[in-house]
């Protein structure tokens, strides 16, 4: 696992949507602060449509960060939508054996990215990008424990259940499992199941959440994966935040109680740890996850902990 230092390097780029220069220059600022070397790649501030760029102007940056040995980390400016154009060369260049592991840090679409990061076996962080590290400073908690995971010293970390609401807290399920940490976002997990890129493996602990997704579309989602197995073999499952739906539906009170009546419902593993409603995904307080690492996750009442091996 790659360790940050005083003075390395660490690049910024747009692998999706266009983003907010001001954000960028905040970040730059924070990583500044924080002793790094902040590289901002040529096309970041661009445009091309909704898009930061073109994908073969995109990829570049990629290309470009990846091949350079001095970058440690990559730091997403934001998701939107986008990163799927580049997983297949974007494979070919991890594949070459011309690259060393680097850190990758970001949400939302950059979940296609974490995916591709597990199938390397490379270790990446889910969490906020150049946003917050503007808008929060470089002393903010969230940020700072960013800071400890790219330096490899945060490798437990405590979420707390029922962060939206005391009753989706308790849907929760006490246990303790064992399994690489994987997900991310829902909707981009779904379009990657019955792809090479897919990171859903057996005895995974996956991590979901999602955005202005309504909740028949969620559960579809989620009929989706069974389907396909993956909730059969699963260790443990993270239910993070669920934002901007319209709740009540006319068969369920809000996210949580769906996803509780689905996983009642059994088949597969039905007895694994549920972690529910933990603040991780489209909010504010976006706690950092390490993905593609293995951890142990114990639920107990009213928080979860990750122990990562």
């Given at each position: 696992?790659?360790?940050?230092?005083?003075?390395?390097k660490?690049?910024?780029?747009?692998?999706?949507?266009?983003?907010?220069?001001?954000?960028?220059?905040?970040?730059?600022?924070?990583?500044?602060?924080?002793?790094?070397r902040?590289?901002?790649?040529?096309?970041?501030?661009g445009?091309?449509?909704?898009?930061?760029?073109?994908?073969?102007?995109r990829?570049?940056?990629?290309?470009?960060?990846?091949?350079?040995?001095?970058?440690?980390?990559?730091?997403?400016?934001?998701?939107?939508?986008?990163?799927?154009?580049?997983?297949?060369?974007?494979?070919?260049?991890?594949?070459?054996?011309?690259?060393?592991?680097?850190?990758?840090?970001?949400?939302?679409?950059?979940?296609?990215?974490?995916?591709?990061?597990?199938?390397?076996?490379?270790?990446?962080?889910?969490?906020?990008?150049?946003?917050?590290?503007?808008?929060?400073?470089?002393?903010?908690?969230?940020?700072?424990?960013?800071?400890?995971?790219?330096?490899?010293?945060?490798?437990?970390?405590?979420?707390?259940?029922?962060?939206?609401?005391?009753?989706?807290?308790?849907?929760?399920?006490?246990?303790?499992?064992?399994?690489?940490?994987?997900?991310?976002?829902?909707?981009?997990?779904?379009?990657?199941?019955?792809?090479?890129?897919?990171?859903?493996?057996?005895?995974?602990?996956?991590?979901?959440?999602?955005?202005?997704?309504?909740i028949?579309?969620?559960?579809?989602?989620?009929?989706?994966?069974?389907?396909?197995?993956?909730?059969?073999?699963?260790?443990?499952?993270?239910?993070?935040?669920?934002?901007?739906?319209?709740?009540?539906?006319?068969?369920?009170?809000?996210?949580?109680?769906?996803?509780?009546?689905?996983?009642?419902?059994?088949?597969?593993?039905?007895?694994?740890?549920?972690?529910?409603?933990?603040?991780?995904?489209?909010?504010?307080?976006?706690?950092?996850?390490?993905?593609?690492?293995?951890?142990?996750?114990?639920?107990?009442?009213?928080?979860?902990?990750?122990?990562y091996?």
């Open positions: 696992m790659v360790k940050l230092a005083p003075g390395d660490v690049a910024i780029l747009s692998p999706a949507s266009m983003i907010n220069p001001a954000y960028v220059e905040g970040a730059v600022a924070t990583l500044r602060q924080w002793g790094l902040p590289e901002v790649m040529p096309h970041t501030l445009q091309s449509g909704s898009f930061s760029a073109t994908a073969a102007d990829l570049a940056d990629f290309r470009m960060a990846l091949l350079d040995d001095d970058v440690k980390a990559i730091i997403c400016s934001r998701g939107g939508y986008g990163c799927i154009h580049l997983l297949p060369e974007l494979d070919r260049v991890m594949s070459s054996g011309e690259v060393a592991p680097k850190w990758l840090v970001g949400f939302s679409d950059v979940s296609a990215l974490h995916a591709l990061w597990g199938r390397h076996r490379w270790p990446s962080v889910h969490a906020s990008m150049t946003k917050h590290l503007a808008l929060a400073g470089p002393d903010d908690s969230l940020n700072q424990r960013l800071l400890s995971i790219l330096r490899g010293e945060k490798l437990r970390l405590d979420l707390p259940t029922g962060f939206s609401g005391v009753e989706a807290g308790r849907l929760s399920r006490e246990g303790v499992c064992r399994g690489m940490v994987v997900g991310g976002n829902l909707a981009v997990l779904g379009g990657l199941v019955g792809t090479p890129f897919n990171p859903i493996r057996p005895g995974t602990i996956l991590l979901i959440e999602d955005i202005a997704e309504p028949y579309k969620v559960e579809r989602i989620l009929w989706q994966l069974r389907m396909a197995g993956i909730f059969d073999s699963l260790a443990g499952l993270i239910v993070g935040q669920f934002t901007d739906y319209r709740a009540p539906s006319a068969d369920h009170a809000d996210m949580y109680a769906m996803i509780n009546a689905f996983l009642s419902q059994g088949g597969g593993n039905a007895a694994f740890p549920v972690a529910m409603d933990v603040p991780v995904g489209h909010v504010d307080t976006n706690h950092p996850v390490i993905l593609n690492l293995a951890a142990e996750l114990e639920v107990g009442e009213g928080s979860a902990t990750l122990r091996h």
